[in-house]
Every structure is written in structure tokens, then in C-alpha cells.
């Protein structure tokens, strides 16, 4: 089945505990990138990677770092988590920028 | 940028009604996108429909993109069906897709 994955769906971590929210596709999709919803502000653009090795900032990266090593995989690293990055996670894939685009389950994170 | 607009932003039906979701945009589109967030958070890609129409079961889609809006048809709503339906028109020069604000539905059994 076509589909990208993130693990994991539900984190309760503690502030400054260095975390990974991992994101895989099965679709051969170039074009990979990680949102956060939270609420009254709607969907916003953490990083993004047209293909692999290449990746940019989005309209939040601050406190993120990014990895596209393989095509498939886009993890989001939270090196030292902070209470204002308590929200619901993203993943998202598409063949090509500007191209029908696929979401993840997402992943609900709560930093105590 | 562009401007996105959606209505309404909420809409409240019995099971088996129809409804008509509206976005609006301040400018010409090549690339519009339709979600669906259901009340457990999952977003899932209803249409890509840049022009034309197109239907999937219950759900159909027109875009008419010289007039510059789309609008999202539900028939024999359900349950299942509840939650926020999000326009996309464009992406923007950063490579982001532009979000409407969306519309909350909810179909009471």
C-alpha cells in the first residue's frame, strides 16, 4: 500500500531530552517536508527536501534539524525540545514540488 | 501572495444531507488540493483539481480557476465524514503549500 509513516503517532517527553520523529515513504516521491498544526494557526512549514541530500528551511525551523539521506526517509530531529514545540507533527510527500501531496498519521509530541 | 478564503467556516448537517464547501483565491491557480482532517487529526488528499471537475464516490470537486474558486460537493453526508476540509490553491515562492483556514463540518447522526 502507497503510504508514508511516522513513528512515533504519541510522544510525552521532557524538556532538553533529544528526540527523532521518523517519517518514511513507499512512493518514490522526490519532494518531502514536515509541518506542525497547532491550534488558531493552522498548518506551517517546518523544513522541507526537494530530493535527497538537499533540504531548506520553511516558515518554523528554529529548535528542528532535518536529514535526507535516502530518498524514503525524512526524519525530524528535536535536539533539545521545549515546551513551545508541543503539537501535532506532519510529515507530508509528493512526486514533485507542487504535485499532489500525501500526509502521514501524524505524531501528537507534549514537551513537559 | 495569494489569498485564500473558505466558506463557511463551519456548517452543521443531519446524516444524509448535501453540502456545498466554497474557496475562494485572489489569484490564478495551477495546482488546487482539497483535505480532509477527520476529528482524529489524519489529513488525507481528497482532489487535486487545478481545473475541471472531478468525483470520487460521495465527493466531487469543481474548479473554475478563470473565476478563481472551487467549490467541494458532499452528498448523503455521514457521519464519517465530519471534521475540517481544507483548501490548498498554490504553493508559494518557499516551496509551502497555501493553506484556506478551512471548514469545520459536522454531520450529526
Known amino acids: 500500500e502507497a503510504q508514508v509513516t511516522q513513528n512515533p503517532r504519541y510522544l510525552i517527553t521532557v524538556t532538553g531530552k533529544k528526540l527523532t520523529v521518523t517519517c518514511s515513504q513507499n512512493m518514490n516521491h522526490e519532494y518531502m517536508s514536515w509541518y506542525r498544526q497547532d491550534p488558531g494557526l493552522g498548518l506551517r512549514q517546518i523544513y522541507y527536501?526537494?530530493?535527497?541530500?538537499?533540504?531548506d528551511k520553511g516558515d518554523v525551523p528554529e529548535g528542528y534539524k532535518v536529514s535526507r539521506k535516502e530518498k524514503r526517509n525524512f526524519p525530524l530531529i528535536l535536539e533539545s525540545p521545549s515546551p513551545n514545540q508541543t503539537s501535532l507533527y506532519f510529515c507530508?510527500?509528493?512526486?514533485?514540488?507542487?504535485?499532489?501531496?500525501?500526509f502521514g498519521p501524524g505524531t501528537r509530541l507534549l514537551v513537559l | 501572495g495569494i489569498q485564500v478564503e473558505q466558506s463557511p467556516p463551519d456548517l452543521i448537517l443531519q446524516e444524509g444531507a448535501n453540502s456545498t464547501l466554497r474557496c475562494n483565491f485572489s489569484d490564478s491557480v495551477n495546482n488546487l488540493q482539497w483535505f480532509h482532517q477527520n476529528p482524529w487529526g489524519q489529513l488525507i488528499n481528497l482532489f487535486y483539481?487545478?481545473?475541471?471537475?472531478k468525483q470520487n464516490g460521495r465527493l466531487s470537486a469543481t474548479t473554475v480557476a478563470t473565476e478563481r474558486y472551487s467549490l467541494l460537493y458532499i452528498s448523503s453526508s455521514q457521519t464519517t465524514d465530519s471534521g475540517v476540509y481544507f483548501c490548498?490553491?498554490?504553493?508559494?515562492?518557499?516551496?509551502?503549500?497555501?493553506w484556506g483556514a478551512g471548514t469545520k463540518l459536522i454531520i450529526k447522526p
Open positions: 490548498a490553491p498554490a504553493w508559494d515562492s518557499n516551496y509551502q503549500l497555501i
Open positions: 527536501s526537494m530530493n535527497v541530500e538537499v533540504t
Open positions: 507530508a510527500s509528493s512526486p514533485q514540488v507542487e504535485e499532489t501531496q500525501y
Open positions: 483539481i487545478p481545473s475541471g471537475t
